[in-house]
């Protein structure tokens, strides 16, 4: 734990007292989003302090040149970074032509920040003394609409204390805007109009190379104690600004209220050329609601979400502040409403990563989406992976590949690579299993199998392909091996046969070959259509078959476990609980060089294997796995502490289990890693919520159908969750004396609980 600011409370994430130094921090916590679009919690008005702006707009990217000091071959050409959209929720505030600052007050007094997760909002309050002495009061408020997802709504309240005063606020559109990260320092955004008519604003632009075509709008109404008044703004313009100066003498006791409504139409939605007439009807329907209107909108949105999403723990406030804010968040960055976007590890909270799509999709937050929603928001995201099939087998052919083998890209926007370091681009093979992993979990889950026959089947078959030439045959071993690559544990690189990927390699081809024979015998013309588009042959499938039957996985006879690679062994074993803490995290403190060389591990290797195959090895060898591995991992991956608080509930390890919650729930509340301030760790968040359900409350599929063995830490008096199997929703509600099941549905269902066969009827409570 790096920080401890944060008030515990049931459904909001506070913050009390003004404190610059943890202003970056906050703007990454408090950020909030509606799947199409998202800000960091920046303040409203001017703050000249240390800050990280941030607006984003799903979808769009820039390709950003790639910079190296050498070229490869094969080396993607650029990292593509999703962009720093421009700013519509600016509002200045001059205090008698004083700007208010924050960072230049003379003092700040009851300064209190809240994001109300039941409800979608973001709110301020503070007292503040300004160098010309005058005292004012701010309550502001905003949220981005889940019913309208193209607009967002600021309320923004200022009261004089100490005398009467000339407040001014200038509501702004801002187009110069930046990244942090820009490799070359280009101009991301070309602007091809500033407009304005009456109350709204209006910027236009494009993006460079990209051509993502966007409208930036604004609409402002005023109130003085609640009653709306006209003012007529003062309008400044220039090639990438727009603002309205509305002046307004106000008495002491007062409150003078702006409410600005904004957002952006994008060209994914509309015309291009009808971007500003989009944005007028939306602003028409902001203004029909109200602010007040709109918000109501918010509070009913959310609470659907709630009702099949949450997870209530009883008896631990840090515990539940913790998994609410995990679901809330991946809440506010996907919703499943449109198969062309995906999930970035960051979400809209930074920029870090690129805003990309990575592995930990398919991997992590799959699973989420399937049972706190229907089944099509997961079927959109393994179509997301389908629709960018020809990319992949593009990506395989610049190495080398070829006959259809599929890469899929480590990092993406389009399906084509662009992630910019060695060792992950071309050694973190691995992602491949996890796209072919996410489509049998699928099938598992849902019992849908019409994906495969459908478009599941040509992407099992790009990657089996690839998987077969990526092998090498070892005269030296007589079995098929995979050399220079980087496992799910990115601190050791370009190392031989890391068990993780042969044995993921060994299951997609096996995988793909059973589904081939299922199709062929069930699907016939979809057979017939693939077999001939995808030019499949029998003398193919066998060499498949010959290398997954003949893999190569590395063991250690002296300490009966699967090695990592090759040369684990050869590494100086010290165990984590022997390093210094001053020297944690290691990769802020040690060279890259020395950590390579160590045998620490950043994230769940073997052990993430191990989950995704559970019922394929005994809870004898995960106890063995687990013990040997785990104290030498230092979980400098947000992706990490999950796993392994899934394994130890699995071995009855509930302390342990609880801390690794802890760990994975308040990763960013509590900044474990120290780097909250760059956004936070979205796709690890669906990893919490595994870490529950999967964990504590030991849901699995067995037998094709739900299982459950729940356990329950000591530190809590009871937890409950929902999920949605096969379209019937299941409540389970867990205590320290027993389980309660609830059926949500017309239908009996029948489970396992402690793999005892149990039924449950619909409104009938089942005890065990």
Known sequence: MNQDYIKPDNWSIIEEGFDPSRVESSESLFSIGNGAMGQRANFEETYTGETFQGSYIAGVYYPDKTRVGWWKNGYPEYFAKVLNAPNWIGVNVLVNGESLDLNTCKQVRGFRRELNMKEGWLSRNFTATLQNSVTVEVTTKRFLSLELDELGAIQFSIIPVNSDAEITFQPYLDNGISNKDTNWDDKFWDVSGVSHKNHQGFIEAKTMKTDFHICTYMESQLYVNGKQVAIEPKVQVDSNYISFDYK?????????????????????????????????????????????????????????????????????????????????????????????????????TGEKYGGSTYWDTEAYCIPFYMATKDQEVARKLLEYRYNHLEKAIENAEKLGFTNGAALYPMVTMNGEECHNEWEITFEEIHRNGAIAFAIYNYHRYTGDYSYIPEKGLEVLIGIARFWQQRATFSKDKNKYVILGVTGPNEYENNVNNNWYTNYLAQWCINYALECIEKVDAGYQSDFLRIAKKVALTKGEMALWKAVADNMYFPYSQKHHVYLQQDGFLDKELISVSELDASQRPINQHWSWDRILRSPYIKQADILQGFYFFEDQFTNEELERHFDFYEPYTVHESSLSPCVHSIQAAQLGRMEQAYNFYLRTSRLDLDDYNHEVHEGLHITSMAGTWMSIVEGFGGMRIKDNMLSFKPQIPKQWKGYSFKVNFRDTIIKVNVSQDATNFELESEYEIQILVNDNLVSIEPNNLVTV
């Open 248 to 348: 307004q003498s106000v008495k002491k006791g007062d409150t003078f209220t702006i409410t600005k409504y904004g957002g952006y139409t994008v060209d994914r939605n509309h015309d291009k050329k009808e971007l500003v007439s989009a944005a007028i009807k939306v602003l028409k329907e902001a203004i029909k609601f109200g602010f007040e209107g709109l918000l109501e909108k918010q509070k009913e949105a959310w609470a659907s979400i709630w009702e099949r999403a949450d997870i209530t723990i009883d008896g631990d406030v840090k515990a539940q502040q913790g998994i609410r804010f995990n679901i809330f968040q991946l809440n506010q960055t996907y919703l499943g409403t449109d198969s062309r976007l995906n999930i970035g590890p960051k979400g809209f």
